[in-house]
């Protein structure tokens, strides 16, 4: 069974960094798309970051230039460094992983995990 665990969300001042985790077991970690998406009050899940399993990535407008998502696959880990936080970046962060290196198809999620940014 696919398990996803984020971790390293908390309360932040703006303009401070970040750097959250998702370990994952169950599946071939190597193998798999990754993705980060959050959401904020009152909104929609958003894309916020993705990594295929052979490294190509992709990011949301908002946070090109601020966000890094990397993968370590001898820890079946994915983390986001978020840098430059603003508190638009407030929100529920999740982890999601599709096995089959699926974009876009993301078929497991973590609980998630809470990001606040203060002014």
């Known amino acids: 069974q696919v398990q996803l665990v984020e971790s390293g969300g908390g309360l932040v001042q703006a303009g401070g960094s970040l750097r959250l985790s998702c370990a994952a077991s169950?599946?071939?970690?190597?193998?798999?798309?990754m993705g980060w998406y959050r959401q904020a009050p009152g909104k929609q899940r958003e894309l916020v970051a993705t990594?295929?399993?052979?490294?190509?990535?992709n990011y949301a407008d908002s946070v090109k230039g601020r966000f890094t998502i990397s993968r370590d696959n001898a820890k079946n880990t994915v983390y986001l460094q978020m840098n430059s936080l603003i508190p638009e970046d407030t929100a529920v962060y999740y982890c999601?992983?599709?096995?089959?290196?699926?974009?876009?198809?993301?078929?497991?999620w973590g609980q998630g995990t809470q990001v606040t940014v203060s002014s």
């Open positions: 999601a992983a599709n096995p089959l290196n699926r974009i876009g198809d993301f078929s497991y």
């Open positions: 169950g599946m071939i970690f190597s193998f798999a798309a």
């Open positions: 990594i295929t399993r052979g490294g190509t990535t």
